[in-house]
């Protein structure tokens, strides 16, 4: 079993950039899927971005191509998303996930992952 830890929230000016980190512990991320994904109050978690551990296959929600990009450091175990020209409506709550396996099936579906981090706050003020 993977266990999961985020960081790097905080507060940031709209136009501004932050750097979110998710920490593997207890298994490595090898034949692991990786998501994150977002929630403000009173909305349903949404899909950020997908990466494939083994083939380093990403894909992104077609609203944030171009500001987010997610990257991996294999000796760090580590799953970074970085995230430029921040605006007030990407503030919430950003959550790592993680599944078994290698396919890239229902990578935007939060109910196709079995771990997750507590999430990390990010707000944008305007």
């Known amino acids: 079993q993977v266990q999961l830890v985020e960081s790097g929230g905080g507060l940031v000016q709209a136009g501004g950039s932050l750097r979110l980190s998710c920490a593997a512990s207890g298994r490595t991320f090898e034949s692991y899927a990786v998501g994150w994904f977002r929630q403000v109050p009173g909305k349903e978690r949404e899909f950020v971005v997908f990466i494939n551990w083994s083939s380093g296959y990403t894909y992104y929600a077609e609203s944030l191509k171009g500001r987010f990009k997610i990257s991996r450091d294999n000796a760090k175990n580590t799953v970074y998303l970085e995230m430029n020209s921040l605006k007030p409506e990407d503030t919430g709550v950003y959550y790592c996930?993680?599944?078994?396996?290698?396919?890239?099936?229902?990578?935007?579906?939060?109910?196709?992952?079995?771990?997750w981090g507590q999430g990390t706050q990010v707000t944008v003020s305007s």
């Open positions: 996930a993680a599944r078994w396996g290698n396919s890239d099936d229902d990578r935007h579906d939060d109910r196709a992952y079995d771990y």
